[in-house]
């Protein structure tokens, strides 16, 4: 592709990051703004003149030919703040023209029957990026959990922005998955457009479903019959009441490991497999060839464990998993079939739907999980929004207040939490392109 065309695609990006479709979603977002950082930034919160006049001197002193040069030399001046979007629709872009300005191969799968609050389409979009023939592969997953795919949508889009593809092996290929959950994403919901985790779908229905007696125990308390009333004042002291009868842990689990019988409560796995569950399987067995025999997988999540720290979470299947994954990430991986993660046990996961699609491969999966905000004010946010689907209130101003309780709980919008998610991301990108080149048969 022509130096000059790339450099325009990345222009769109820059467009994108500070200009029309900004303002209005800073208003949408009370509060959401961003730290000033240069003459640009004004025009992202404040359109105005002077936003204006200086974006058109920004460009002017940087003169496309020295912009030009300075790309041509793998140097991006595009500050990390600007990977992250402020809604779905905009990572969407930002996303698909950061991939393409890479030179990625970008596919689009869209939700049938379902649009964003704008009435636009929701889609999966997928960057495909390095060898034709690979024999190794590295596959980057966004928004599993739909209003999560803030913070992976930014470190997708860094991704290609800052060239993380360079540490790829000659002889593997990336494949960056974009919003998973497309509908969560754009609904600030963890859940999809059928309320299903699909972290929790990737089962077989047609066998006896796992149990759901330790949800069956809190789902009450959980979702409550009101939310501001008596009903939420009696749920809040059974959810006390079980954590002193049986301990934190122990609620978490209960809370977590997933359920199949209240498609309004939380952690709810579904009835069949989502159509999310199944492009996903598509995409893996039609973008991996054949060819393919390691296959490392990052998923990225939000809302557990200390602000800003990413815990990388094993999902070991079988021997030597372990063993691998520590040489590969370090002594910090959890297993979280070994009970050892800040999330609890779980059935259902993406690494068993990975795991069915591409049994031929050596999968090493791993889930990096960022936190937030504390853990009972998360599970509160999810509460809430449970409780709002599961009796839509006519108040627009509860809805708008839930929403963004939601967004808060599974994003922080600082340009520090984003410098760290992404620097962790990076280098665990980093880790698992050493990790890949090593791998061989025996
Ligand atoms: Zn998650």
Known sequence: MPRFVRYAQLGRIRRRGFGRELPEQVRRTPGARRPPRNGQRLWITEPNLIGLTCWCNSLAIRGAEHVSSRFREGINDVPVAEYFSQDYHSARGLFQHAAQSAGAILQTFELPGHRDPSNRPLTIDVGRIGTREPDRALVILSGTHGVEGFCGSGCQVGFFVDHLCRALPASACALLVHALNPFGFAWLRRVNEDGVDLNRNFIDFSKALPSST???????????TDWKGEGRR??????????????????QSAITGGQYTRPTGLFYGGATATWSAKTLISILRQQLPPTVRYLAVLDLHTGLGPTAYGEPILTSRGEGDRERATKWYGPEVKDLAADEAVAARLSGSISDGVSHARPDVELTFLALEFGTIPMMDVLTALRADHWLHSSPTGDPAVRTEIQLQMRNAFYCESADWQAAVY???ADFIYRACRGLATSSSP
Do not use: S
């Open 214 to 224: 330790a949800y069956e125990a809190l789902h009450d308390y959980l979702v409550p």
């Open 423 to 425: 620097g962790r991301t």
């Open 234 to 251: 009696a749920a809040d002291i059974g959810l006390d009441a079980y954590i002193k009868q049986h301990g934190p842990r122990a609620f």
